[in-house]
């Protein structure tokens, strides 16, 4: 196991030394100019501007910047924010937690909806439960992000009145009070992601399943004379995980991706919306930074798929 591990961290550097020469050079090459502001003031002298591009290398050719760029990342350097002056490592860190806290839970969500509802369903094909639950995974997942989002504060927050629709990190209250305000303004986009997430799942764990429960070590359990439960939890589900866990990592772009826009709706103060921020600013550094943290998210979630195919497969075996 230690020298898998040591070979897949080993591939995943050149794998992310691709990945950031291609952000790097499409955000070279993008037009505009972090700089534009300045460029039409009249109060800042042409020569301050240009001793501030200098400094900043902004003028140098496209490979020199990149070296420069990945030099100080390894010295850990993310350089500055071009619009807030502020770290950029700093700017991610403040961040980053709100993100994974939505996007972690959201996912556990997922899996709590699609696992049960998608087992049962599978063990029970064409029935009223399996009928019901293709169609509201149909509907599930065919309603974007947006859409459910937009429709949720509708409902609970000007309708109801039940919850706040803005998320905000400054509460004035202490104790168990300020876990339960961080907690109702964490319930719908935390909704919003994992039933989406949850209804594509749910599809998929009733397929996974249906394509192990035919299979003869299943047959030859029943004839044992084992109870269903266990047949089911120990010799169709484990095996079943097998192709969903790769569709889980898979998705984690997906997830990612998603997490952006529902931070937009709710006002959440994740790295997705700094990433929007920085897109509208042109904040280069940040842009960046953001993408390329997005990238070793989603490597370092493939490696603990990796990792737990031989956890639910003991055939598996790592060479």
């Known amino acids: 196991m230690t020298q898998y591990l040591l070979r897949r961290l080993l591939i995943a550097i050149p794998s992310l030394l691709g990945i950031s020469v291609v952000l790097f050079t499409v955000l070279a090459l993008a037009p505009g100019d972090p700089f534009e502001e300045l460029a039409t ?37 993310w350089g500055y924010s071009f619009v807030s002056r502020i770290p950029v490592d700093d700017l991610i860190l403040q961040r980053l937690p ?3 806290v939505v996007i972690g839970a959201s996912q556990v969500l997922a899996l709590a909806v699609a696992l049960p509802v998608g087992v049962y369903a599978a063990t029970r094909p064409y029935s009223v439960f399996d009928q019901v639950a293709n169609t509201l995974a ?17 409902l609970f927050s000007i309708t109801l009145d039940w919850l706040p629709f803005v998320y905000r990190t400054q509460i004035d209250a202490t104790g168990w009070r300020w876990w339960w305000e961080h907690l ?33 070590h299943v047959t030859t359990a029943r004839a044992k004379g084992l109870p269903e439960g266990r047949v089911t939890r120990r010799h169709v589900v484990r095996n079943a995980l097998i192709p969903v866990v790769t569709l889980v990592a898979l998705q984690m772009p997906t ?3 998603g997490a ?15 990433l929007i ?3 509208l600013a042109n904040d280069t550094p940040v842009i960046m930074a953001v993408t390329f943290v997005f990238a ?21 075996s790592y060479r």
């Open 41 to 77: 003031n009249p109060a800042i002298p042409p020569e301050v501007r240009a001793a501030l591009r200098a400094s900043l290398g902004l003028d140098d050719p496209v490979h020199l910047r990149y070296f420069h760029w990945l030099g100080a990342m390894l010295r850990g350097d």
């Open 98 to 100: 709100t993100t994974l």
């Open 138 to 154: 149909f509907v599930g997942f065919s309603l974007p992000t947006f859409f459910t989002g937009l429709l949720m504060i509708l």
């Open 184 to 216: 109702r303004q964490s319930i719908m986009p935390v909704l919003v992601l994992g039933l989406f997430q949850g209804a594509a799942w749910t599809r998929f764990v009733r397929s996974a399943v249906l394509d192990v429960v035919r299979l003869d």
């Open 255 to 257: 997830v990612f991706g």
């Open 260 to 274: 952006i826009v529902t931070e937009q709706i709710f006002r959440v103060p994740g790295i997705g919306s700094l």
């Open 277 to 279: 921020s920085a897109i």
């Open 296 to 316: 070793c998210l989603v490597i370092f979630f493939n490696l603990v798929a990796d990792i737990l195919y031989g956890w639910l497969d003991p055939r598996i």
